[in-house]
């Protein structure tokens, strides 16, 4: 979908999310640990797995994991919510494993495309995350791509919350106008974008997702390749 109500022109800067959106195609964290473990244990209703899921990433974060890998974190969190369900922990490193597979695939793929884009448009990363956005860029090679890393830990502020976008644009030294915010989740990515007035772009992949306002969304993706058919080069004559 996209509104009519702005015409996308003169962008200057891409930001995106990090989690569902530059590592999965418009999947959330918490969905893809659902459906990995569902892939155990048939049974397992999403109530309680919920429940275990947001104790087992509150334990994590009382560790203050900001040193940790992408993998060692993921590790932690599926170790936490075996845990809190009484699943045996021998399920934690095959679907750790699958789930780190799955995450370096689109990794790879999205930086290939993002290099197309850095002598373009300026690039950044906004993540609700746990401290560690930098250092997982520069695990999987993205670092040297992006003008820009907020981490909602480092900074103290997190989406939907619009100062934590302003944050990016000043860095950029970008207006909202110019700037498109690409993520998966409605609240924190499409809210949060257009509270801080930039263009926003909902990573939907091949989910269905309720979307409580249709007003609020600027551009809507399969994929974030389908960005590419609403730039335009920026800065030129």
Excluded at 47 to 71: C, G, W
Excluded at 153 to 180: N, Y
Aim: charged residues 25%; contains cysteine.
């Amino acid at each position: 979908m996209y509104s009519e109500r702005r015409s996308v022109t003169n962008i200057q800067a891409l930001i995106f999310d990090f989690g569902g959106t530059l590592d999965a195609n418009g999947i959330h964290w918490r969905d893809r640990f659902f459906r990995l473990i569902k892939g155990e244990f048939p049974d397992i209703d999403w109530d309680a797995f919920e429940k275990a899921d947001r104790n087992s990433i509150e334990q994590f974060l009382a560790k203050k994991p900001t040193h940790l890998s992408l993998r060692e974190s993921a590790r932690e969190i599926v170790n936490g919510i075996a845990h809190n369900l009484g699943f045996s922990q021998k399920i934690v490193n095959p679907l750790v494993s699958s789930f780190c597979r799955d995450a370096a695939s689109a990794l790879k793929q999205n930086r290939e495309w993002l290099i197309t884009l850095d002598d373009q448009f300026q690039l950044g990363v906004i993540s609700n995350n746990f401290g560690n956005t930098q250092g997982w860029c520069d695990e999987y090679g993205l670092s040297p791509l992006l003008d820009v890393v907020v981490d909602s830990t480092v900074v103290g502020i997190s989406k939907p919350d619009p100062r934590v976008f302003q944050i990016a644009l000043s860095e950029l030294k970008v207006s909202p106008e110019e700037t498109i915010y690409v993520g998966d989740t409605f609240l924190d990515d499409i809210v949060g974008a257009k509270q801080a007035g930039m263009f926003s772009a909902w990573l939907v992949g091949q989910e269905e997702k309720e979307c409580p306002d249709t007003s609020l969304i600027d551009l809507q993706l399969s994929q974030l390749r389908d960005l590419e058919k609403f730039l335009q080069t920026p800065k030129e004559s």
